[in-house]
């Protein structure tokens, strides 16, 4: 169900296939990243099999935030069960990217307050999320939104297909 956000103005709804040019142009504008995503047509099918294998997984969420009818921000959200806490449902909060243009308008606060309250609402005993090192802004959003610092993360690039 979209959501718009009385402080921010912010429509929150899952995302839509015409949407994915916006949401690219968003990881493909984010110089601290990484991730080498980019706005090349000859990319257009990667991010079009990954949009589509998201959207029919019962696990998965992906959102899309509007400002004035424009896609300025969007987050992905995936569940899943656990043996540790008797089987408790866990929540994953994912690719939350704003345009960089527009931080400090509380785009990102209206965002996670989504994923939060979704997240609740689905039964999720907890909300996680990692961020890279290198965003020490993120990492104080993060924290005055009440997200701890709790775990260490680590990570292994690995090859496709195992080569």
Do not use: W
């Amino acid at each position: 169900m979209p959501l718009t956000d009385p402080v921010a103005g912010i429509d929150i709804r899952p995302a839509q296939p015409q949407d994915l040019p916006a949401l690219v142009a968003l990881f493909a504008a984010d110089a601290l990243g990484g991730h080498g995503d980019t706005c090349d047509a000859a990319a257009v099918g990667d991010y079009r099999t990954a949009f589509d294998a998201i959207a029919a997984d019962p696990r998965a969420r992906l959102y899309a935030a509007e400002l004035d009818g424009r896609v300025v921000g969007t987050f992905q959200l995936v569940f899943v069960h656990s043996l540790p806490g008797r089987g408790a449902l866990r929540a994953f909060l994912e690719a939350v990217q704003v345009d960089g243009a527009l931080r400090g308008r509380r785009i990102g606060e209206a965002m996670v307050r989504f994923a939060m309250a979704e997240a609740s609402r689905a039964g999720a005993r907890s909300l996680a999320l990692t961020s890279n090192k290198v965003r020490t802004d993120a990492h104080r959003f993060y924290r005055r939104l009440g997200f701890a610092n709790s775990h260490e993360g680590f990570k292994i690039e690995l090859s496709p297909n195992g080569r």
